[in-house]
């Protein structure tokens, strides 16, 4: 079973740019989320998708944040415009959801360097 | 509010000698995962557990969880080098609905 893809790898921009993050879950899952991870901190959830629909981005900072899930499979989310504190491993993981307790696969994430 | 703590933030270990994780949690759960992370690498689950009571076992590690103290434990025994990495638990707690909140992580690093 394919894993969850997320690309780019790495990103550098300056601050004020805008960029984009994408991922692919895996084939079937139904829940999405976009973590953020801070150098040596735990993931943050940033947005959480059900098949298309947005179920929790209260922690998402909406004034440069977005995200979407079109067609319910690929997901981007973007940044625009940076600032020095976005500078994070952006990673995505998906779930097919069969109630609470159902584990949530990671990818590999996407580190973002905002100079 | 919806916290995890872990502690400690930082555990050097020696080679053969046993050691424990905590990770303490601010309200109602009954689901905890434990995941590592290996530096630059994405997240790679341990163990889910899912009811008060549950112990979970591979290899050297064993996680516990009590929902009635709101801690589980990550137990390491004879440590050996392949385990140096960070360890988070998570939580998904009933008034969020399946989503994890993470704890700060645990450093690992187990010395010869």
């Known amino acids: 079973e394919a894993g969850v893809a997320q690309s780019p790898r790495y990103k550098i921009i300056e601050k004020r740019q805008s960029v984009a993050f994408w991922c692919n879950p895996i084939?079937?899952?139904?829940?999405l989320y976009w973590y953020q991870q801070i150098l040596g901190q735990g993931p943050k959830l940033l947005i959480q998708f059900q098949n298309n629909g947005v179920v929790d981005d209260s922690q998402l900072p909406k004034d440069r944040f977005s995200a979407e899930r079109l067609k319910g499979v690929d997901s981007t989310l973007k940044i625009q415009p940076a600032k020095l504190e976005d500078s994070a491993v952006y990673l995505c993981?998906?779930?097919?959801?069969?109630?609470?307790?159902?584990?949530?696969?990671f990818g590999q994430g996407t580190r973002l360097t905002v100079v | 509010e919806l916290k995890v703590e872990q502690n400690p933030l930082f555990l050097s270990m020696q080679e053969g000698k046993n050691y424990t994780i905590y990770c303490n949690y601010s309200t109602t759960s009954d689901r905890l995962y434990w995941y590592r992370q290996d530096p630059g690498k994405s997240l790679e689950s341990l163990f889910v557990?899912?009811?008060?009571?549950a112990v979970k076992q591979e290899g050297r590690l064993m996680a516990s969880l009590d929902t009635k103290a709101r801690l589980s434990t990550l137990h390491i025994t004879a440590a050996v080098h392949d385990l140096s990495a960070t360890y988070f638990c998570?939580?998904?707690?009933?008034?969020?609905?399946?989503?994890?909140?993470f704890g700060g992580g645990t450093r690992v690093l187990v010395k010869p």
């Open positions: 993981a998906s779930s097919s959801y069969r109630g609470r307790g159902t584990e949530a696969f």
């Open positions: 557990l899912l009811s008060n009571g």
């Open positions: 084939s079937g899952h139904a829940t």
């Open positions: 998570a939580v998904d707690f009933v008034a969020a609905g399946n989503k994890l909140t």
